[in-house]
């Protein structure tokens, strides 16, 4: 069987790709703060914790990655987005816990992947259209996924035998959407009429389904280069 590690598997896209992997057969190792509420079928191994605090995750890894020697997929999937308002009413502190969960997580569970498992074959970090259209109101979460990406393509540069791949997986209808289309002033930032108009569309999948189709590129992305960064609306 092959071994699969995610983090934010509690909800949303976390979840249903630990769903739709159990369902193929995998072990799942999942990592997120909050412990899932449904029961998975399969092979399926979790430990909470909370990626903002950086010097809790090497702890949280050896707990639950202890006696794995290989990865066959690793997905950092867990990610904040903060709220919608101006840059300039971003306070620094509020930019600083957005970037921790959304970067500097992943650097810290990357270092201990990379210098306690003897394989590592192929790693995708989650990122956003954002990470390339500056839109207004979405100032911390798009410069967090921008950084993201280019973390991606430093420690892909860095760790040849790994194939690593940022990946913007398109619209799916989670925890994100629903704060975005019914809570956002869509007068303000227009942006988000364009999420309500795909929301309940196939242009918005479902979590099961947007989760499937992620589950059948992730060995598609492996003849890509390594490093790039992809969206899923143009693989």
Not at 61 to 86: I, K, P, R, Y
């Amino acid at each position: 069987m092959k071994n699969a590690f995610i983090t934010g598997v509690s909800t949303g896209i976390g979840a249903g790709l630990t769903d739709c992997l159990l369902a193929d057969g995998w072990v799942v190792y999942g990592l997120s703060r909050r412990v899932p509420d449904q029961f998975r079928a399969g092979e399926f191994c979790h430990i909470p914790c909370d990626l903002a605090q950086h010097a809790e995750i090497p702890g949280c890894l050896s707990q639950l990655l202890g006696d794995v020697e290989a990865l066959d997929l690793v997905v950092l999937n867990a990610a904040v987005f903060g709220t919608m308002q101006h840059l300039d009413a971003e306070t620094i502190d509020n930019l600083k816990s957005i970037m921790d969960i959304n970067v500097w997580s992943n650097k810290a569970i990357l270092d201990w992947l990379f210098a306690n498992l003897a394989t590592v074959t192929q790693v995708v970090t989650m990122s956003s259209g954002a990470a390339v259209h500056a839109m207004a109101g979405w100032g911390g979460y798009s410069i967090s996924k921008a950084a993201l990406a280019m973390l991606t393509r430093v420690y892909a540069a860095e760790h040849p035998d790994t194939h690593i791949t940022s990946l913007a997986p398109g619209i799916i209808d989670t925890a994100m959407q629903e704060y975005l289309c019914e809570t956002v002033d869509a007068e303000k930032y227009p942006t988000v009429n364009q999420l309500r108009n795909a929301r309940g569309t196939e242009h918005m999948p479902d979590v099961p389904t947007g989760a499937r189709v992620l589950c059948d590129l992730f060995p598609k992305l492996l003849a890509g280069e390594s490093g790039r960064q992809v969206d899923i609306r143009n693989p």
